[in-house]
T-cell receptor
Framework: EAGVTQFPSHSVIEKGQTVTLRCDPI?????LYWYRRVMGKEIKFLLH????????ESGMPNNRFLAERTGGTYSTLKVQPAELEDSGVYFC??????????????????FGPGTRLTVL | AQSVTQLGSHVSVSEGALVLLRCNYS??????LFWYVQYPNQGLQLLLK??????LVKGINGFEAEFKKSETSFHLTKPSAHMSDAAEYFC???????????FGTGTRLLVSP
């Protein structure tokens, strides 16, 4: 079974340009998460989809970031216009459906390899 | 709000020596705690998790961690380091099984022959 995949693996753009990152979760996983790690700092949560709906977008830094999840399958994260401080590694993770699980259980988040974004 | 502190951005050990990576957490609710490992050019992989069952948790590759509520700690240990353990390790906390993970800054483990 394929794991979480992310495209591209690396992206180098200039300040002011637009970049779109893509994440394909594990098939059948309803939960999809985006995280970001800025150089030398902690991995920070950006947002959480349940199917096509945004469950929690409290970590989105500003309105230059737009995340979508078409039909509850793959997700895109667009940065427009990109700024220098957006550089970092963007991780995507997915986990199984939570609706049928008791609240105290845990569904493992499976992570993709990340997209390294460099804004010059 | 939840937070995680990992002491030491780099830890160096010799092959065969004890590995100890420190993690302290802050949480206003009973936490779920995790250790993830990232090998070069790969995604994060779950090593082990604490979800309010046994306080001593065993994970993959011989790693284990002990949840100590009184010390708000969840340190990761392995009795004998192997060269293949060289990687970056992240401690994380969550308030439930389905919500966001809050990560520490990571600890890079270096293993020398």
């Amino acid at each position: 079974e394929a794991g979480v995949t992310q495209f591209p693996s690396h992206s180098v753009i200039e300040k002011g340009q637009t970049v779109t990152l893509r994440c394909d979760p594990i098939s059948g996983h309803d939960n999809l998460y985006w995280y970001r790690r800025v150089m030398g700092k902690e991995i920070k949560f950006l947002l959480h989809f349940v199917k096509e709906s945004k469950q929690d977008e409290s970590g989105m830094p500003n309105n230059r970031f737009l995340a979508e999840r078409t039909g509850g399958t793959y997700s895109t994260l667009k940065v427009q216009p990109a700024e220098l401080e957006d550089s970092g590694v963007y991780f995507c993770a997915s986990s199984q459906d939570s609706s049928s699980e008791p609240i105290f259980s845990y569904n493992e988040q499976f992570f993709g390899p990340g997209t390294r974004l460099t804004v010059l | 709000a939840q937070s995680v502190t990992q002491l030491g951005s780099h830890v160096s050990v010799s092959e065969g020596a004890l590995v100890l990576l420190r993690c302290n957490y802050s949480s206003s609710v009973p936490p779920y705690l995790f250790w993830y490992v990232q090998y070069p050019n790969q995604g994060l992989q779950l090593l082990l998790k604490y979800t309010s069952a046994a306080t001593l948790v065993k994970g993959i590759n011989g790693f284990e961690a002990e949840f100590k509520k009184s010390e708000t700690s969840f340190h990761l240990t392995k009795p004998s380091a192997h060269m293949s353990d060289a990687a970056e390790y992240f401690c994380a906390v969550s308030s439930t099984g389905f919500q966001k993970l809050v990560f520490g800054t990571g600890t890079r483990l270096l293993v020398s022959p």
